[in-house]
């Protein structure tokens, strides 16, 4: 499965079988899309029986993500974890996560157990996801220098994400 990306930001088209990519014209299955939605997240996308419906629907995407404005994106996001624990974010975010190594996920299961969860319920539950997680990354409360490193990378990539 070699993907064929388009320009930066609008996605890739591909398809999901053990043809090489110079055979895909000839072969019977279906291409499949992957692009980031105006929320960021990562979607996917199949049933096109053509290069061109991929590549079609990859433009029509691309161009509604432009159409919106950024403050409309960001309500979409305050309205969808506005309201939502942490830990519920945490995971939905670690389901994104395709390429972790068994190693991986248990330091950030660890680091998630004994130090960000810990942080961020110290912090109280009256504030927003946002205010929670923005506190922590600016100010690294509850978080000792040995791990400083590998937990600054995870505060900042799930920051990142609910951005």
Request: contains cysteine; glycine residues 12%; aromatic residues 8%.
């Amino acid at each position: 499965m070699a993907a064929h990306a388009l320009a930066r930001g609008m996605g890739t088209f591909f398809k999901d079988c053990e043809h090489p990519a110079s055979r895909w014209s000839k072969c019977p299955h279906e291409y499949k899309i992957r692009y980031r939605s105006a929320a960021g997240n990562q979607t996917e996308e199949s049933g096109f029986g053509t290069q061109d419906g991929a590549i079609e629907r990859l433009m029509e995407i691309y161009k509604e993500k432009k159409a919106t404005s950024r403050s409309q994106s960001k309500a979409e996001r305050i309205q969808k974890y506005g309201t939502m624990r942490f830990e519920e974010y945490v995971e939905e975010w670690k389901g994104g996560q395709r390429h972790l190594a068994t190693s991986s996920v248990r330091h950030l299961e660890s680091f998630l157990e004994h130090h960000l969860y810990p942080a961020v319920r110290s912090i109280g539950s009256g504030h927003g996801i946002g205010e929670r997680v923005g506190g922590i990354e600016g100010e690294g409360r509850g978080l000792d220098d040995g791990n400083a490193q590998g937990s600054a990378a995870a505060r900042h990539a799930i920051a990142l994400s609910m951005y």
